[in-house]
């Protein structure tokens, strides 16, 4: 096993040009400036040495103890069919004489005129991404893009055994679904969300069903945290440089506990193969809204009520703000928790029950998270003054 060190290197002989400028430093530091002696050179840090030697971890305890619980998803999934301005996809009205309406009966799925003004077809595609069991009883985790719009779902265990499945729920918002296996009893192997959130440069190890090959590790560290990739308004995920790639989408990332740090969703490539950027929803969240569609099939957000923007260094100096912080208020919408409370235009909310709110994504996130129905404190920025807002937090919408 490789070692790798970190320390000061000794007992090199320094070249003449060095000699040189370190005797000079020397005569000017023993120089005497308006009558007294210059102060000697502060003293040098601690080099940022490590004591031990880091040493490269092995992940095949970690791949022995979880990977049973990883698996394939599959889907036979109904396409949805746009229907354009001719009544059939965007399919013109074409007589047979016309030399298109030969390729449109060929690839179009039968006679052009026949189709016209009907129903769209029904079509299915199939598709396949990864998933992970977090109970015994037959309940996994994978994303929402992989199941969307199933009509069949079948998992592939590790072992080479399939089972039918159904999807429970699913949240867009995050791209998470559940999905529960029919297996009349049966037992499964299974792995939880770690309690603790990753720190950048932790190693991570992903378990996944890239390109449809099977069962497949990588390992990387963990590059960045809260990355907002437009996504959605709930955007928070970890960048990871393990190697991911599509079908990974739905499995898991691990710490070398063994227990689930993020799953995987998107990953950053101009050419749809692995850059070494790729995105998992960390298990704080995954954990959340996966609790919530196992009970209720669906998730409950807390809702305000306003169109919020960043707080810029010009917004803030313009206002007598300080500093960059909080969400500026757009505008309120009518008949919300915002306006019933008295929120304006132009105000900047820096504090929910108490809680700095550092901009507008993060106040996105923690009103979200609040249960419709809550009574919390809104601390706002006006016309100079702080002041406090009684609040009734709604229900959002699907």
């Given at each position: 096993m490789r070692e790798i060190r970190t320390s000061r290197t000794r007992g090199a002989r320094p070249r003449a040009g060095l000699l040189a400028a370190a005797a000079l430093a020397a005569v000017v530091g023993a120089g005497a400036v308006g009558g007294g002696m210059l102060p000697p050179p502060p003293a040098l840090a601690e080099p940022l040495t490590l004591e031990r030697p880091l040493v490269m971890p092995s992940f095949a305890d970690v791949v022995e103890r979880v990977r049973p619980a990883v698996v394939s998803v599959r889907v036979r999934a109904q396409a949805i069919a746009t229907r354009g301005p001719e009544g059939f996809g965007s399919v013109p009205d074409l007589a047979p004489g016309d030399p298109l309406y030969e390729f449109f009966r060929r690839f179009g799925e039968g006679d052009p005129r026949q189709?016209?003004?009907?129903?769209?077809?029904?079509?299915?595609?199939?598709?396949?991404?990864?998933?992970?069991?977090v109970?015994?009883?037959?309940?996994?985790?994978?994303?929402?893009?992989?199941?969307?719009?199933?009509?069949?779902?079948?998992?592939l265990m590790d072992d080479g055994r399939t089972f039918d499945a159904r999807v429970v729920g699913t949240d867009p918002r995050t791209d998470l679904a559940v999905v529960e296996v029919d297996a009349d009893g049966e037992t499964f192997p299974y792995v939880e969300f770690a309690p603790e959130r990753s720190r950048i440069g932790d190693w991570v190890v992903a378990i996944g069903n890239p390109f449809g090959l099977g069962g497949t590790v990588t390992a990387g560290i963990v590059s960045a945290e809260a990355?907002?990739?437009?996504?959605?308004?709930?955007?928070?995920?970890?960048?990871?440089?393990?190697?991911?790639n599509r079908g990974n989408s739905g499995g898991p990332t691990f710490n070398l506990r063994g227990q689930v740090v993020g799953v995987n969703?998107?990953?950053?490539?101009p050419s749809g193969g692995n850059v070494g950027i790729a995105f998992a929803i960390p298990a704080h969240v995954a954990q959340s809204v996966t609790t919530q569609l196992r009970a209720e099939g669906a998730v409950t957000r807390g809702f305000l009520g306003v169109q919020v923007q960043a707080v810029?260094?010009?917004i803030a100096e313009a206002i007598g703000l300080g500093r960059v912080r909080g969400a500026l208020i757009a505008q309120p919408q009518p008949n919300t928790p915002a306006a019933d409370a008295g929120l304006r235009s132009g105000d900047v909310i820096l504090a929910v029950d108490g809680e700095a709110v550092d901009d507008h994504r993060d106040l996105t996130r923690r009103i979200a998270a609040i249960a419709p129905?809550?009574?919390?404190e809104i601390t706002i920025f006006r016309k100079g003054r702080e002041a406090g807002l009684d609040v009734r937090i709604g229900r959002l919408g699907t």
């Open positions: 189709r016209r003004g009907g129903p769209p077809p029904e079509r299915f595609a199939a598709s396949q991404g990864s998933g992970f069991f109970s015994a009883d037959g309940y996994l985790v994978t994303n929402n893009h992989v199941v969307e719009n199933a009509v069949e779902v079948e998992v990355r907002d990739i437009g996504a959605g308004p709930y955007d928070e995920f970890m960048q990871i440089d393990a190697p991911i969703t998107a990953i950053f490539s810029t260094p010009e129905g809550t009574r919390v």
